[in-house]
């Protein structure tokens, strides 16, 4: 039986065969394979646990985040109701400042009106003391030289004097 | 189902044409010797055939290496021994002990067979199969080169899957601890087994040859193995073959027990080798054996031919299927029990108790 007894020369080829396949492989190919491998199987457990990391700061960042915008939210509504009294406020500060502005110039006109009038009234008195003076001087005057053209002239300015003071 | 059926119907022309062909090839030939045709196919041989074209063989010529009994070394094409002719005093045998193999006379004029180192079909598909074996395992390894962070997909994808398979669930667990010293070899057996028994299930070129079926192959992958079995044997290991836990008349007077187990450390590894020649070429010679059929059958006429054949082929291709899984079944048994019995050897005397009380 050929069948079952070994061959030399085939069992020469498959030692020079055999040994370089196998020095190739376990020199450059499983090696390199299996570490590349291993490294790949690392760097993917690291990469899910950077993930799971990564997941739960987000968490925590989204519930902080949440928190400050309720937060902002809150403090805006409270801004907006201080801007609003303080308008109110500034508006009818404003109002009443106003008012009292215009009663102090309205006071204010008012004296120097009457101040102005009082004045006035002294002077028309003074003239009219000086017009009396005169009148009453030009009436003297007057006597002596005619009676009758006396007493017309006194008519006269009594008339005048009414009608004026009238 | 429907698919199934479509496809057996697109068949049927095949096979008719097949049997016309197959029965105009056999009127040619009027005696078969199926014995010799099928091992000449599981045999190895100088030239690797293809073909018949116009009733000449289409092959290839394989170069001859022979140091003869002088010492001096020829080479030369085989196709100089075509024919029984003799070249430079060597010729094939026709008969005897060195059927089918070169050989010389010597000065008494006895057939005595020259070292012969030729690149017969074997060592030519041996060559073809390192070569594929090679080439994609480093380009696995070439693409972890350029590209660490994605795996690969399809090809070599499927390789990673075996090599990482092979080395996780068969390696690590059945060898322990320092398995990695041992798994470049392994790793390298179930690739070369698995390469060749795939390849020759292709009945063409490159593939077709008888590789994983040849005792020479299987006894060198058997030895290293036998070889890291014992060089790597612990302590406890050997106290088991020498001075094993039996009863002591077991071993003194007649060393019965120690016997046994000096024999099973040869079994062991011998069994291996038996078991994926024997499985290998008991499918070859099957599928064989069912293709010669289609052959035999042609002298008991037209619709005994025509049936027979029909049956050929389906079995053939059945069994042909069944190949397939066998050669993936045989290279991983052959890694899975290389590496059990070299974890065995390495066990420390505690897990071996351990293991007993729970198998049993």
């Known amino acids: 039986m050929s069948l079952l007894t070994p061959d030399l020369g085939l069992l020469f080829w498959m030692c020079v065969s055999f040994g370089i396949v196998f020095f190739i492989l376990a020199k450059f190919g499983f090696p390199a394979i299996l570490k590349a491998v291993d490294e790949r199987?690392?760097?993917?457990?690291?990469?899910?646990?950077?993930?799971?990391?990564?997941?739960?700061?987000l968490a925590t960042i989204n519930k902080q985040a949440e928190a400050i915008i309720g937060k902002a939210e809150e403090e805006r509504a409270k801004l907006l109701n201080e801007a609003g009294e303080l308008r109110n406020r500034i508006i009818s500060d404003a109002h009443e400042k106003a008012e009292a502005d215009i009663r102090i110039r309205l006071t204010k006109a008012r004296s120097e009106i009457e101040e102005v009038k009082q004045k006035a009234l002294t002077d028309i008195r003074g003239e009219i003391a000086d017009i009396s003076l005169k009148i009453a001087g030009k009436v003297v005057d007057e006597e002596l030289k005619n009676d009758k053209k006396q007493q017309e002239l006194i008519d006269h300015l009594l008339k005048e004097e009414i009608y004026y003071k009238s | 189902m429907k698919r199934s059926k479509k496809n057996i119907v697109r068949f049927f022309p095949i096979l008719i044409l097949l049997f016309f062909t197959t029965s105009a090839f056999a009127e040619e030939k009027e005696e078969l010797n199926i014995k010799e045709l099928i091992f000449e196919h599981l045999g190895d041989s100088y030239k690797w055939h293809f073909f018949e074209w116009n009733g000449k063989d289409v092959s290839l010529h394989l170069p001859v290496i022979l140091l003869d009994k002088n010492g001096g070394w020829h080479l030369f094409s085989s196709s100089r021994l075509e024919d029984n002719a003799v070249y430079e005093g060597f010729y094939i045998a026709n008969e005897g002990q060195n059927?089918?193999?070169?050989?010389?006379?010597?000065?008494?004029g006895a057939e005595i067979r020259p070292w012969n180192f030729s690149i017969t079909k074997n060592v030519l598909a041996l060559f073809i199969s390192v070569f594929i074996i090679s080439a994609s395992i480093m380009s696995l390894a070439k693409w972890y080169k350029n590209d660490k962070r994605n795996p690969p997909s399809g090809f070599l994808g499927f390789i990673e899957m075996i090599i990482l398979n092979i080395q996780d669930e068969v390696i690590k667990p059945s060898i322990g601890e320092d398995y990695k010293r041992f798994s470049p070899f392994l790793l390298t057996a179930f690739f070369f087994i698995l390469t060749n028994n795939l390849l020759g299930l292709i009945p063409i070129f490159p593939g077709g040859a008888n590789v994983t079926g040849n005792i020479t192959i299987t006894l060198f992958l058997s030895f290293i193995t036998f070889l890291l079995i014992n060089v790597n044997g612990n302590k406890h290991y050997w106290k088991e073959v020498f001075w094993p836990d039996v009863p002591t008349w077991l071993k003194v007077p007649f060393p019965l027990m120690p016997l046994i187990e000096i024999w099973g450390i040869i079994m062991k590894p011998a069994a291996l080798m038996i078991r994926l020649f024997a499985n290998v070429m008991a499918g070859h010679s099957m599928v064989l054996g069912l293709i010669s059929l289609?052959?035999?059958?042609?002298?008991?006429?037209?619709?005994?031919?025509?049936?027979?054949?029909t049956v050929a082929v389906l079995f053939s291709i059945f069994i042909s299927l069944l190949e397939v899984l066998v050669s993936v079944i045989q290279a991983y048994i052959f890694v899975l029990l290389s590496s059990v019995f070299i974890g065995m050897s390495r066990m420390k005397e505690k897990i071996k108790e351990e293991n007993y009380i729970e198998h049993h």
Do not use: C, H, P, Q
């Open chain 1, 41 to 57: 199987t690392e760097y993917i457990n690291k990469a899910l646990e950077e993930a799971e990391e990564a997941e739960r700061k």
């Open chain 2, 99 to 108: 059927k089918s193999k070169i050989v010389e006379k010597d000065e008494t």
């Open chain 2, 294 to 309: 289609i052959f035999v059958s042609v002298s008991m006429g037209v619709a005994a031919n025509i049936g027979m054949s």
